[in-house]
């Protein structure tokens, strides 16, 4: 089966500017998360998305948002970017919730950098 | 909330060596996942660990979850090239009615040849 598709692989941005990653889960996965992977700080929940409603958030500034499509696809936005939001952005997807199944199965990432 | 802690940080060892990472929890783990990352790429999914005192093996690579510690050990036997990257335990914690995983901050293995 095909696994999770993040695009875009790379990303350059400037300060100020604003970013939507997407995530395109497992067919039959129906739960999103996304995470933040930083070397400072490890990887951080953002959010989780399931049947296009935000069930879970991090802490994260307001700046970070998501969506879910009624095909299970999930974008996230980044807006005002600053120069610590580079960072390896991870979606992952499960069946139904998080932990259930085999587990949470991940993207490649969309690896972020703001100039 | 929980936290992870991972031990040791980084790892260098000889090809054919046995080695073994340690994830330990500050609170009781339910739910511990292992996984592997070669560097700025995602996460390859190892195990899933519910219940105490569980242990699985995949090929050259056993984990096993002492729920009483609170800890989770990944062992790896016979250790090759292919092994090297970074090793992440990650916790289910509920919150919300919803779950989401803490990760470690990961070990990093080299193994050389």
């Known amino acids: 089966k095909a696994g999770v598709t993040q695009t875009p692989r790379y990303l350059i941005k400037t300060r100020g500017q604003q970013v939507t990653l997407s995530c395109s889960p497992i067919s039959g996965h129906r739960s999103v998360s996304w995470y933040q992977q930083t070397p400072g700080q490890g990887l951080q929940f953002l959010f989780e998305?399931?049947?296009?409603?935000q069930r879970n958030k991090g802490n994260f500034p307001g700046r970070f948002s998501g969506r879910q499509f009624s095909n299970s696809r999930s974008e996230m936005n980044v807006s005002t970017l600053e120069l610590g939001d580079s960072a390896l952005y991870l979606c992952a997807s499960s069946l139904v919730m998080p932990g259930w199944g085999d587990g949470y199965t991940f993207g490649s990432g969309t690896r972020l950098t703001v100039v | 909330s929980q936290e992870l802690e991972q031990s040791p940080q980084s790892l260098i060892v000889q090809e054919g060596k046995n080695l073994t990472i340690n994830c330990t929890s500050s609170k009781t783990l339910y739910g511990l996942y292992w996984y592997k990352q070669k560097y700025g790429e995602g996460l390859i999914f190892l195990m899933m660990?519910?219940?105490?005192?569980e242990e699985k093996s995949h090929e050259k690579i056993t984990a096993k979850l002492d729920e009483k510690k609170q800890q989770s050990s990944l062992h790896i036997t016979a250790s090759q090239p292919s092994h090297a990257g970074i090793y992440l335990c990650g916790a289910d914690e509920t919150q919300g009615g919803s779950e989401k995983l803490v990760f470690g901050k990961g070990t990093k293995l080299t193994v050389n040849p």
């Open positions: 660990l519910q219940k105490g005192g």
């Open positions: 998305y399931f049947s296009e409603t």
